[in-house]
């Protein structure tokens, strides 16, 4: 009996029947011949590198090739240190931070009268009586011409001398801030490093030599007097100078003179002649001037005829006509129109005007 395995017909030739399960995956003789082999040139092959997925790069002559992107990052670095160093050198004197704190310093001096006190001649004509050189008001403050100082233009020179100019008008010779008690025009002026230093002299005045409110403005007790005439006579100066390359100073020397009388008497009542010298040094840089603001650093107030013994901090307490005055023992005569003479000292007795 043949192999059941085999075709009833027998194997094919030149095979056995155990070749029949790869006869599916034997590629025929026809299938062989038509199949086509190509390789590809050398030129071929050059051009079909172009094709890979690889990132653009610049040549950069003998310094090889870059990326596009870092080129980019390159030149963004390269346009901000730029940016940086010319921002540098055109702005020299730009300050990082602006001054701030307890920067007053203040000095009140009471000037006693050395007898009893007496009433102007003429109500009606108070500075009948003042040596020549006193002028109404803002006149009188003498304000100079702006000039250029080593560091600082004749433009900010002049826009200083105008604020301080303001400054006085608003602190010295506004009756809403003599008698009226208001402080907020003159705060305006302060620049922000000083506001709470100026907020806290308002609020707790207090002869420490940094927070008497006398040291920021002229002011009196409403309680006590009233002004009796509409003007203020003023007499001085001011100096300007450079504190430092970055800081322009101003320093005033001023003697306003007063006309007053009780609070609440009529018209034709006794009026007294009240003398307040101020010499006040005033910085700027460059932002406060930009702002027209200015920093008050140095303060100094002589009033009289005052009391020896009264705290002049929040308010110029006044002697009037017919009070009696304390000399302390040894003070000695003071003119506070007298501006060849510091402006600095200890209580003493009125003199001169």
Known sequence: ?????????????GGSGSDDEYRSVVFDESFVRAARIQELSARERLASSFGRATRPRIRLGPLGTVPRQALALLLLILLAFSAAVYFGISTPNRQTARPEGSQLTVSLVALSPASAVHAVADPAAPFAALPPGYSDGAIGLGTPAGAATEHFSKIEVTKALDTVQ???VASSLAPTTLIQGATAEVRAFVT???????????AHPVD??????TGWLVRFDPAQVALAADSVKVAGAMRIDEADSTTLQITTDHTFVYALKAAGAPSGAPVTVETVRRQLTFQFDRLDLASAQLRLVDSVLQAGPAPCGSSLAGYVQPLLAGA???P?????????GNHARPAWQVCGVLAGS
């Open 1 to 13: 009996m043949g192999d059941p395995r085999e075709p009833p017909e027998g194997a094919p030739d």
């Open 166 to 168: 303001r400054y006085l």
């Open 324 to 326: 009696d005055g304390t």
């Open 328 to 336: 302390a023992a040894g003070a000695q005569p003071i003119d506070p």
């Open 208 to 213: 420490d030599r940094h927070h008497a409110l």
């Open 192 to 202: 922000p490093g000083e506001q709470a230093h100026f907020d806290a002299s308002v």
